[in-house]
């Protein structure tokens, strides 16, 4: 495909998916070819719109010699069962986040990719920030050395309109959670990836505010296999600023600050300091490092036209599908805990962990009280 577009067809055309098409058109490397939805009249709607064929069911469009690889916008349980049927048919396949709900359904999905031998992306924006791309950088040449601590918080506001914008959110027969499944994936992504996985989480979830039956408001303590420990909030009950990460380490401190990034070298390390100083109240001298970002492309295009670069050109992934499993592991280790309430290990078990959604959905009879469908991007991502 050297030299060619990407004929790229979207399923689920609501609220992402209505950005996704619009980033394809802006890019070189892709061609909008198709569009599929459940809801018919939507995906007239955006077909029409943008002058492609459309689909009410997506096996249709797959079923057609229209498009080499698909985006997946759709509700989370659908991500796996039609990424599966992507890879079937021979597709590249780059899913919305989380790439499923659970994690069991997560690896079929990654087995079905690797079996396939297609391209496999998630929708992971943030790892395209300029400052994200820095702290990677930072961390894998080992500027932090071993990591003592590790933290996480995170605002995710949303009010009680946007959970009536869909029958389907904050439900567990729907989303299959709250900020963990739906508002948190992204940051948790970057955390364990800047941070490493946990070994054990102890987890709480709770519905603080809303009238939904998932979390609003979720918390946990993390255990690391060296020692290290660490705390995670996620909560859609409270408002920016206030996003953060740390990760602490012997050599110095990583602070992801509301978007910025910032580093600050212990000198010397503090094992070594603690070793050879004499004074009773010493400290080593603590410098803040001036970051020089790189200048990159960021935002959801970018992780378009990377995906489109990968099938073209053979470009690596910033944003791999199977690193999509590693948030949605922490995910599951915080509900399940929850649950339990008692500690758990990672890697969760997935069979406990299908369980209680499974528990959770077959006996769920929350109603809303209220819906008013409206599908629509975040207002704040357009042009992202």
């Known amino acids: 495909m050297a030299g060619e577009k990407v004929r790229l067809g ?5 609220g992402m998916g209505a950005g996704h098409c619009v980033n394809a058109k802006k890019l070189e490397e892709v061609q909008l070819t198709a569009v599929a939805d459940i809801d018919a009249a939507r995906a007239k709607e955006i077909g029409e719109q943008y002058g492609v064929p459309y689909f009410e069911r997506h096996r249709d469009m797959l079923a057609q010699d229209m498009v080499d690889a698909v985006v997946i916008a759709t509700p989370h349980y659908f991500h796996p069962p039609i990424a599966i049927d992507a890879f079937e048919a ?3 396949v780059l899913s919305e986040k989380p790439i499923g709900v659970s994690v069991s359904m997560a690896e079929r999905m990654i087995e079905a990719a690797e079996k396939s031998g297609k391209v496999f ?5 943030m790892r395209t920030e300029p400052a994200v791309r820095k702290a990677r950088e930072l ?3 080992g500027e932090l050395g071993e990591t003592r601590r590790t933290l996480l918080i995170s605002p995710e506001f949303r009010s009680q309109a946007y959970y009536d914008s869909g029958g389907w959110r904050a439900t567990w027969k729907g989303e299959g959670g709250g900020p963990l499944m739906n508002q948190g994936p992204h940051i948790m992504d970057m955390f364990t990836l800047l941070g490493g996985m946990p070994s054990r989480v102890t987890g709480w979830t709770k519905t603080l505010i809303h009238d939904i039956e998932v979390e609003d408001h979720a918390e946990a303590t993390l255990e690391y296999p060296n020692g290290a420990t660490g705390y995670v909030y996620i909560s859609t ?4 600023p206030g996003q953060l990460i740390e990760i602490v380490g012997d050599k110095g401190k990583l602070r992801y600050v509301d978007g910025e990034m910032h580093l600050y070298r212990n000198q010397p390390p503090v094992s ?6 004499t004074e009773p109240w010493g400290t080593p001298k603590v410098v803040e490092v001036e970051l020089e970002l790189p200048e990159s492309e960021s935002g959801h295009g970018a992780v378009l036209r990377n ?12 944003s791999p599908g199977a690193d999509g499993i590693k948030s949605l592991e922490l995910a599951n280790a915080i509900m399940l805990s929850s649950h339990k309430g008692e500690p758990v290990d990672i890697p969760v078990d997935r069979q406990e962990f299908d369980d209680l959604i499974d528990h959770l959905r077959s006996t769920s009879t929350f109603k809303k009280k209220r819906v008013k469908p409206k599908r629509q991007m975040d207002p704040r991502l357009k042009g992202k």
């Open 90 to 92: 021979g597709l590249h």
């Open 10 to 14: 979207v399923i689920g055309v609501g």
């Open 139 to 141: 961390v894998e040449a």
């Open 307 to 318: 995906f489109a670069r990968a099938i073209l050109y053979g470009e690596e992934l910033i």
């Open 237 to 240: 009950c409270e408002v920016r």
């Open 121 to 125: 992306a998630v929708m992971f924006q």
């Open 272 to 277: 070594e300091f603690n070793r050879t100083n």
